[in-house]
């Protein structure tokens, strides 16, 4: 189908935790993203394989195949293309310093807006205890993970059926569970530790499928988020503000698709 809007120019964008191998995954509505948006960098900031996944089970539709190549043509047009591996695509540290055509593979770097102030970014797996001390409790939480976006698929049809809008079982879990809350809290707290460590103005991160932008621990923190059900991505704009994009899928007759934007001053 032909899409005739105008194709938005950003600054930089950033992209975490899309997870292609895994099944419920909203790779659609990236390509979709990724169409109606061009930066002069792309941060592509972990996870965006599950080398979990498809360890166990390869699975790598054609979908697969058209985000990469819209990737791959971005680079060609001129796209500087950061690719910062997560602790599911961790197999990709080997290539760290190294570039795959056009896509570089570093652990971390610093992006400095257009107003000059400097953030480090990071996938953020480094400083989760779990992940770096008991990998096979990970492991678990990936299982449980998959079993709630399962149930979540059962739970949302007969809410479609109902007339009422997506709802997300692990969002949920996330905001109200005291547990899951203290564990965000501390994930926020280290990257925030580390970003003043490096001397930077703020940190821009992945991993817990959480997208956040706030000030609140006297460092400006962003969360890229997910592609697995939130669909979020951070861009900067041309004069250096960060915007936290929820890009929400619509009707499948709307075109253009819609978004949502919370706007913060870098």
């Keep these: 189908m032909t899409d005739d809007r105008e194709v938005r120019q950003v600054r ?90 056009e896509i570089e593979f570093v652990d971390r770097t610093v992006h400095t807006t257009a107003t000059g102030k400097t953030y480090l970014v990071i996938h953020g797996d480094q400083f989760d205890v779990v992940v770096m001390n008991a990998k096979w409790l990970a492991h678990l939480g990936d299982w449980a993970y998959n079993a709630a976006l399962r149930v979540n698929i059962a739970i949302n049809w007969v809410r479609r059926r109902l007339g009422l809008q997506y709802w997300s079982l692990s969002a949920w879990a996330k905001q109200k569970v005291k547990n899951a809350v203290s564990i965000i809290g501390r994930f926020e707290d280290a990257l925030v530790h580390e970003a003043k460590e490096t001397g930077v103005d703020g940190v821009i991160c992945g991993h817990i499928h959480f997208a956040a932008m706030h000030d609140r621990l006297g460092i400006h923190y962003i969360n890229t988020g997910d ?40």
């Design 12 to 101: 930089a964008m950033f992209i975490s935790d899309v997870h292609l191998g895994m099944k419920p995954i909203r790779v659609g509505q990236l390509i979709d993203f990724l169409r109606a948006h061009d930066a002069e960098t792309i941060y592509l900031v972990g996870d965006i394989l599950d080398g979990w996944r498809l360890a166990k089970a390869w699975h790598w539709p054609s979908e697969y195949n058209v985000l990469v190549q819209l990737l791959l043509d971005k680079a060609n047009a001129g796209a500087r293309i950061i690719y910062l591996p997560g602790n599911h695509d961790e197999f990709l540290r080997e290539y760290l310093g190294t570039y795959f055509g």
């Design 227 to 266: 592609w697995v059900e939130s669909c979020t991505a951070i861009v900067e704009t041309p004069t250096g503000e960060f915007e936290l994009i929820q890009w929400t899928e619509m009707a499948e007759a709307t075109a253009p698709r819609k978004f949502r934007l919370r706007r913060a001053a870098s």
